[in-house]
């Protein structure tokens, strides 16, 4: 897609100004910051149902009112952190969605004491190069909702408690972290994206 500017873009940013700037920025460069990990992890599960641009314009708002989804703060929050939440026009006020991402920073705090960061145990799950289509182009983006490596991760999480994250989301989440590179052949952005993740050395476990 050819925009105002004359780039060529992925087909699904469109026009408006600030999902331009997410896709030319951070969707699919590589990420290794727990917190941004985090935010991201919960900020998918509150889109379910909604569009991700939806979440993309409240997220000053999330960030504010989930105290910049520090994990360990979050992880404790109460009961009338649940009603200030629930009263806060400015997020999505999903009771099941809010009750997930603070479950959801409990079990990350226990990802943390195994793995040693949360980064180390997502980077487990990026896919071989062979699994990966050798054509990156809108026919093959838009079938492509679910993969065998965001299924695997998606039923890890699973079994370990987390909620809100199934493998259509968990695939949405290894797009945007960069943990594959979706942005399409024709997209400035592409060659970009595959040399930030060249340079990136995935982190390990403890």
């Known amino acids: 897609m050819i925009s105002q500017d004359k780039l060529d873009r992925c087909f699904w940013c469109g026009e408006d100004q600030q999902y331009i700037h997410y896709h030319d920025s951070e969707w699919g460069y590589p990420v290794d910051d727990d917190r941004r990990l985090f935010e991201k992890v919960c900020l998918e599960g509150f889109q379910s149902g909604l569009s991700w641009l939806t979440i993309l314009r409240k997220r000053e708002n999330f960030r504010a009112a989930f105290d ?27 009771k099941g969605k809010i009750a997930a991402t603070i479950n959801n920073a409990q079990r990350a705090i226990e990802l943390r004491d195994e793995f040693g960061t949360l980064a180390a145990y997502f980077w487990q799950f990026e896919p071989q190069h062979s699994e990966r289509p050798t054509q990156k182009d809108e026919a093959t983006l838009r079938k492509l909702a679910q993969t065998e490596a965001s299924q695997k991760l998606a039923k890890d999480m699973k079994k ?47």
């Open 160 to 206: 370990r408690g987390w909620k809100f994250f199934g493998p259509t989301t968990a695939y949405a989440f290894m797009q945007a972290m960069g943990l594959v590179n979706d942005h399409m052949d024709t997209c400035f952005a592409h060659q970009k994206a595959e040399e930030a993740r060249k340079n990136f050395t995935p982190p390990q476990p403890k």
């Open 68 to 94: 910049n989804f520090e994990i360990e703060k979050v992880a404790k929050y109460d009961e009338r952190d649940m009603d200030r939440l629930l009263a806060d026009a400015g997020i999505v006020r999903h």
